[in-house]
Each structure stands twice: as C-alpha cells, then as structure tokens.
C-alpha cells in the first residue's frame, strides 16, 4: 500500500461493524484508514481508538458530517461541542486531518449561508488551530446539499479562506470544471486531502466507482496536483458497493491509485 493512500471507511457498507472492517482491512492489506463520525455508535470513539491500535491501523483523518443548521443560530454552540469532540477524537488517534461538510442552507440565500458559516465556524477553527489538527471543509457532490452548500472548487476555497479553513478535493465532484487545472494551481496551498474515486458513463446516482474502472481523467488530474505541489494523503472514496462487492472494489481501487501514484513519482 503505497505510504499515501488512505482508505476511506465508507468504502464499505454503513451497516459494516468496526470488526468486519477490520477482517476485511486486513484481507486487502490496508493499513491506513478515515474514520466516519457517523459511523461510531453513540458518538463514542473509545471502542474504535482502541480496536485500531490493537489491529496496528494507522488513522489518517476523522469525517465529521456535517457542521451546522445555518439558519438556527440557537444551535451552533452545541454543533461546535461535537466538532470539538471530534477533534479531540483526532488527537487521540495521532490523526493530523478532520475533513467535514458545512450543513445545508435550509433556504438561506447562498451569501447568507457564507456569512453564516464563517461566524458558526469561528471557535471549531480556533480550537482546532490550538490543538494542531487541520480542519478542512469538502467539495461535495450537490445531491449531498442536504450536509452542505459548496459544491465547486472556486466557490469552496473561496468561502475556505475566509473561514481559515483547509480544503479536501473530492475529485468526483469537481472533475468537470472548466478551470480545474488552474484553480488546483490557485488552491494548492490549501488543500490537505485529496479524495479519489470513479464514474462509469450512465450512472445517474452518487455510486462511486474504483479508480481506473470509469471516465475520469484521474491521473492527468493526479499529475497536476502533484505538479503543483501537493504532499498530502489520498483518500479512495468509494461507495455504494453491496458487502459481497466492496472488498474487491476496495482493493482493485487501491491497486490503480497505487501503481498511478508510483508511475507519477509520488
């Protein structure tokens, strides 16, 4: 597994328990995961903190989705505790990464939910900043516009910058943009992980499929995150694969994102 690549808990079935992830980790040779806080019942991280370090996985980022209401001030004290939890859940993994979705704009107007989220945010970024784990805010496919509002690379960094938050490219959302290449080279400084997945022509869903098996110019867009300078992890997202699929599809994944990370000197 090459030593940039981390694999992404949703690769497998929401219903999976931590203990058949883990089976099936090992079968694939995986050693590095993302943690979904979804994924973790009750909100406790304690029994999953200490089943990974007893199986000898690493953790490379913590998932927290998604951050707030933006049209219920009332309730973003209590968003910004479980943030706060979940970033302390980061530390106690030696996870450097939290990676998250904003919430929706519940008929907020988009410039609303800007101002919104950068006033909600404030403390999360803060208190992340002190405990020196990076927060970094998604591209995030549009049919998800019920966690979240930014749905492009320009408009994400842009709203990012202003929160002092990182960025997380989820390449599946974004590899359409006419100015792609350019706003990676603008962006590049920000961003803290790079999500990879594929889309078969004729899909219609938000099915991801295995790096390699679709039409996405992955590695051409691989190289230009490379070109510019990127040194972070990257994140095989792959989902909505029945359990008797998602180990294999999980594995061919990493195989291509591993051979293309090689070829590309990575």
Request: hydrophobic content about 45%.
């Amino acid at each position: 597994m090459h030593e940039r690549i981390v694999v992404n808990e949703v690769c497998f079935p929401s219903s999976m328990p931590l203990e058949a992830e883990i089976a099936n980790w090992r079968r694939a040779g995986i050693n590095r995961v993302g943690l979904a806080n979804f994924k973790v019942p009750g909100g406790d991280w304690n029994a999953s903190v200490q089943a990974l370090s007893e199986a000898g996985v690493a953790v490379g980022y913590l998932l927290h989705a998604s951050m707030y209401q933006l049209d219920r001030p009332e309730t973003w004290d209590a968003a910004n505790e479980a943030i706060t939890a979940t970033v302390d859940a980061a530390v106690r993994f030696g996870a450097p990464i939290v990676y998250t979705t904003t919430g929706p704009r519940n008929g907020v107007g988009f410039e609303e939910a800007v101002e919104a989220f950068v006033r909600a945010s404030a403390p999360a970024v803060q208190y992340a900043e002190r405990k020196q784990v990076r927060l970094l805010v998604e591209t995030a496919n549009p049919q998800f516009a019920h966690l979240h509002f930014l749905h492009n690379l320009s408009d994400t960094a842009e709203v990012a910058a202003r929160a002092g938050l990182g960025l997380c490219l989820d390449l599946h959302a974004i590899w359409t943009e006419r100015l792609l290449r350019r706003n990676i080279e603008r962006w590049i400084d920000r961003v803290g992980l790079v999500q990879v997945s594929d889309w078969v022509p004729g899909t219609e869903t938000v099915y991801r499929d295995p790096p390699g098996d679709g039409d996405i110019p992955l590695e051409q867009i691989l190289s230009w995150l490379l070109d510019a300078g990127y040194e972070g992890p990257f994140d095989l997202e792959i989902y909505g694969q029945p359990a008797d699929r998602a180990l294999d599809g999980t594995a061919r994944g990493m195989s291509w994102l591993d051979a293309a990370l090689t070829r590309l000197g990575a």
